[in-house]
Structure formats: C-alpha cells, structure tokens
C-alpha cells in the first residue's frame, strides 16, 4: 500500500535543459528528488506537444528512480502500454480524455504500473469520485495544462484536494494525492496544508539558483 502521508518531491523534466537530459536528470537526483515527473502532451489535450516514449527511454536509461508519467493526451487507451515498455513506473491518466477510464486504469494495474486519475481547474471533482477506489494516486492539476511556468490556481483547486483526502480518509483508501503547476517554496505549504503529498514542480526546481536547497525547503 502507497503512504499518502510521506512527501514526495518530483521534478518536471519539462522545465530541464533538454539537450543535456542525463546531466539534468543526476542533477535533479543529488539535489535529493523523489521522482522525476514526465509530461507527455499530444497537442490535442492540449495545446502543445512535448515528447513521447522514446523521450521517456532515455530518460529510463539514466535514472532508476520512479517515472512518474502524466498523460496529456486524448487517447490514453491507445498508448498508456508503450509508456509502460518505456520504462514508466507510475501513468496517469485525465478524467476528461476519451476512454473507458476504470478498463484504462485497470490494464496500466495488471502491468505493474500505479495507477494515477488527472482532474484540471475547470473539472468538477465529482467527475472523480466513482473511481477513487480504483486509483493509487489522484493528480489535482494546480494550474490549466500546457505550459510551465504559470501561476498556481489556488481558489479553484485546493477544495479538490481537501475534498479528496476527506474521501480517502472516509472510504479507507490510500491513494496519493499530486499538485502539479505553479508549485514553489511558498504555494508547496498551501498544498499540503490541504492534503497533498507528492509535489511536483519544473520551473521552481530546474530553474532554482540551488535545487537541493529549494527542494529542502519543500519537504519542511
Ligand atoms: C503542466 C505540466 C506540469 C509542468 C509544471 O502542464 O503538467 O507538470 O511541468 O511546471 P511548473 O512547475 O513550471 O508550473
Ligand atoms: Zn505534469
């Protein structure tokens, strides 16, 4: 079973220096991450593209801690399994793509995978609600998904995450509960402080004049 109460760090390569992706990866690793969190995006979910498997092989090849892979894209059923031959060790899946969203999370769970559920701002938590208990980690987007770099959407989503551990805690679940967007020194307290435990930041931890130091603070 997953512990929901430990904090997690978990860089976005997003926000890495491409074209030296095994330096930044290590770099990210003696700075004392967790996980190193990929954003795959398929310029229909939304509107840009980033990378795809291939991306998260090399990525695979440099790091044996947990890839945390966040599918942004519209039809996760048809490529959540070439992520897994990647070398993907968490996928997440949105709530608002076109699949069969507990046969998805089902297949990622039999391959050996955790099995994460994507809700945006503009998403109604209830859209969630019926497969909580199918999940190993629910991703509460903290900004609309695309881009780095943008401000962290408070009002519209820290009631998700508290909503989301009054149900963990009311069903029995362990699931994790994720923010991803905006998430730095200052907003990473507010997060917790409503129930989130695995913090995902790219700008505020690649772009850091010291990580290490950024991500010591984010784990006070
Ligand atoms: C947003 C992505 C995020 C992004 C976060 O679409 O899902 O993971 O990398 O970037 P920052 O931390 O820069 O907001
Ligand atoms: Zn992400």
């Known amino acids: 079973m997953t512990d929901c109460n430990q904090r997690i760090i978990a860089p976005s390569i997003l926000a890495a220096d491409w074209s030296r992706v095994r330096e930044e990866v290590e770099r990210a690793e003696f700075a ?6 990929l954003d795959v995006m398929d310029g229909h979910f939304v509107p840009n593209i980033s990378f795809g498997p291939q991306y998260v092989s090399a990525v695979r090849s ?39 969203i ?12 955790g099995r994460g559920l994507a809700i945006n701002p503009d998403t109604d938590f209830g859209d969630v609600v019926p497969f909580l208990d199918q999940i190993d980690l629910l991703l509460v987007m ?3 998904p695309g881009f780095g770099g943008q401000a962290f959407m408070e009002t519209e989503t820290m009631p998700k995450v508290a909503e989301g551990k009054r ?5 029995g679940l362990g699931y994790h509960i994720e923010v991803d967007g905006g998430i730095d020194t200052e ?11 695995v913090m995902v930041a790219g700008t505020s931890l ?5 990580m290490a130091d950024s991500i010591l603070k984010m784990r006070e």
């Open 32 to 37: 004392g991450a967790d996980w190193h969190h």
């Open 62 to 100: 440099c790091s044996d801690l947990t890839l945390d892979v966040h599918l942004m894209i519209e039809r996760p059923d048809l490529y959540w399994e070439a992520f897994v031959k990647s070398g993907a060790d968490r996928i997440t899946v949105h709530v608002e793509a076109d699949h069969d």
């Open 102 to 113: 507990p046969d998805t999370l089902e297949k990622i769970g039999k391959a050996g995978c």
């Open 142 to 144: 903290t900004v609309r």
């Open 167 to 171: 149900l963990r805690e009311e069903r």
């Open 187 to 197: 907003t990473v307290a507010i997060a917790a402080e409503h129930g989130a435990n």
């Open 206 to 210: 690649y772009r850091a004049e010291n």
